[in-house]
């Protein structure tokens, strides 16, 4: 049987780096001696993906906007503290904009005039059969869970490892694959006039 002990990614959970390219932890050892060459090496390799997941979880290209900027004024404000070998800075940058969008939903239940901005409008001559199964997809994962929408992002869409979607999660690499399997299951079914084979069998 499997151990539920939590299991850390070679190398403290910092992804492999590709041939010829800087590590995270490098340039932000530098931003942290204040070279802001390597500040920006950081924001164009991290701030795409987690506007991008902060957009699909929150619906509102300005929120998510807001969320990406704020996980970086704190990775900004951690920098001269970071410690090599822990979470790398891809999961760091994650579990942060994870919980500002938590804040967000919350504050939008505590607003009643507040609104979830609508998916871009597809009512045009001839509806686009791919843009009406994303609309669909997204919405079907919308309705899921918290943390089993983040597992079904990170690892579908953001192609994040087990590993690195248990550090994001801060939970075992076990808990992670039991959301994805209640999260896939709850999408099958949700999905299964429009895109019955999406996730493929259980």
């Not at 607003?111 to 994303?134: A, F, N, R």
């Amino acid at each position: 049987m499997r151990s539920h002990q939590r299991k850390a990614p070679p190398s403290g959970g910092v992804a492999p780096t590709p041939a010829g390219r800087e590590s995270d932890d490098s340039l932000l050892a530098r931003v942290g001696n204040g070279d802001r060459s390597a500040w920006g090496e950081i924001v164009e390799r991290h701030l795409p993906p987690v506007t991008r997941y902060a957009n699909y979880v929150l619906h509102d290209a300005a929120q998510a906007e807001d969320v990406g900027q704020e996980s970086f004024v704190r990775l900004m404000r951690k920098a001269p503290d970071w410690q090599s070998g822990g979470a790398s800075v891809r999961t760091w940058l994650f579990r942060v904009a994870l919980n500002l969008c938590i804040d967000h939903k919350r504050m939008r239940r505590a607003d009643p005039l507040d609104t979830i901005e609508d998916m871009p409008d597809t009512e045009v001559d001839g509806i686009d059969t791919i843009l009406d199964l994303q609309r669909s997809v997204r919405t079907a994962i919308s309705d899921l869970p918290e943390r089993q929408q983040t597992a079904i992002i990170l690892i579908h869409y953001e192609g994040f490892s087990g590993a690195e979607a248990a550090e994001t999660l801060d939970i075992s690499v076990e808990a992670v694959e039991s959301l994805l399997a209640r999260g896939r299951r709850a999408l099958r079914q949700s999905l299964s006039d429009v895109a019955p084979d999406l996730l493929g069998a259980k």
